[in-house]
Structures are given as C-alpha cells and as structure tokens.
C-alpha cells in the first residue's frame, strides 16, 4: 500500500515538474497574472492556492454522506452525514480569513490565507501561505486532564504551490500539523505533510479534480486523505460533487481521520455548495 500511495506522489510531482518545463516554452502565455488556477478556495476538501478577491464573501455549505459501501439499505450513504457551514472573505487584496462550523466534534475551525505571488509570463507559479486551526467543542467526549482549550486546539500550517497550463492546473503544498488531543487515537501528534492535486478542465465551468495528502509518520492508523471531484460553475454558485475516504471538513480530521479505504470501498459521497457574494461596490 505504501508503495502504491508513493506511486501517485511521485507521479503528481512529476506531472508538475513536467507541466513548468512545458510553460516555459509556451508562447502563448499572457502577460497578465494568473490569480485563479483553479475553480474555488478549496481543491477538493483541502486548501487551493486560489484566494477570494477583496470585498467577495464566500458562503460554504458543505455535506459528506455516510459510507456508500452499506449499499441501498442505507442509501449508499445517504442515511447519514456530516455537515460543516463557512465563511470566507477577501479582507485585502491577496489575504482572506475564514471562519467555520462542523457537526463532527462540534468543531469550529478558522485560518488566514495570503496569495504571495501570482503566476505570470516571468514567475510560473502562483505561491500561497496558509495558517488553520480548529477546535471541538463537544462536551463529555476528552478526559478531564485533556479538556482544556490548549489541550484540543490544533493548528496547521501550509505552503500551495500551483502551475495553470492551458487546460490543466497543478498543485503541490508541503505543510505541517500539531494536532490537539485526539480521543480515538489517545493521543495527540506533530509531523509534517505533503500534499499533491491535479485539475482538468472539460469546458470552461466544469472541471475534474484529484486530491491526495501524504502524512510523514506512522504512528495514526487510518489511510492518506485521497479524493476525487467534479466542479460545476453555474454562475453565481460554485457546485463541488467529490468522492473520498476522508468524511470530515477541516484540516485536522481530514489529515488524521480518513475512515474510508478505497481499496475497500468504504467511500463517503459529499458536495460543497458555494454562493459567492460581492461587496466592492460599497468600497
């Protein structure tokens, strides 16, 4: 499994490393920046590179449904599901905050967001910095000694690392994570992590994307977050179908709790809904 997981990395990597040789030599290439590699904020379940502009709101409503593999008794997952409500905003130019809720742990998570360079003719990459963190609020789930703030907030930082190329965006985004203390696992981590997405574009609103984390450690049971997606721009709403091992919303679970395993089949359906708002006329 090991050797099938460091497969896909490198094969993402090399794609990447591939697509920036391509781009050099493309003449087609405007001047003008790429802001935008990908369709939304959110690869799939992960940070994109991609920051909201300054003054746009945008309104997260997201659902992952149960485990598909208990078939049609229980509605290929439908029975069940977890939910999380978000908000993101552009506060200046290049730098978002954000803010949201999850039904699992009754978790509040919240980051800052910063696009520190943009992909144009001279620079082949757009480079952004994020900085999460999260915590679960659910009561009568940690024990005493580990009930305290300090004790359950984790945080989480990364670096996006994306090429646009024609049709075909890329991503690479090492990062590091300390979790808080995490009640199935009794026990709370530090280790870094590397993540790795490719996007496609079938037209110009709809797109298909994959998504995968790798952790840098081998003490947490559950399989690397991998994820596949289709997004569909109708306009004023951004529609993200996806299909992964990972049930959870925000960085920690994400990272540390993929329940799922594709080689089982024990896959959780989900979609995220975003509305997107724009307040630069009251500037």
Known sequence: MKAIVSGVLLFHL????????????????????????????????????????????QLFIQHRFGDISGGFYDFFGLDESSSRIGLEYGLFNNFNIGLGRSSYMKTFDGFLKYRILAQSATFPLTITATAAGSVPTIKDVFPEEFDSFSEKASGNIQLHFAHSFKKLGFQVSPGYIATGYIPVENDKYSFFTLAAGGSAKLSKKVSVNIEYLHRFEDKIDYVNPLSASIDIDTGGHLFQIMISNSQQMY??????????????????????LVREFNFKQYE
């Not at 369709?39 to 300054?54: C, E, M, P, W, Y």
């Not at 920690?252 to 896959?267: R, S, Y």
């Open 251 to 272: 960085d920690q679970a994400i990272i540390t709790n993929p329940t799922g395993d594709w080689t089982e089949g024990h896959l959780f359906l989900g979609f995220n």
């Open 14 to 57: 090399l794609i990447f490393a591939a697509s920036l040789n391509l781009s050099a030599q493309d003449t087609n290439l405007v001047n003008e920046p790429v802001k935008n590699v990908f369709q939304g904020t959110r690869f799939i379940n992960l940070h994109s590179a991609n920051v909201a502009d300054k003054n746009e709101l």
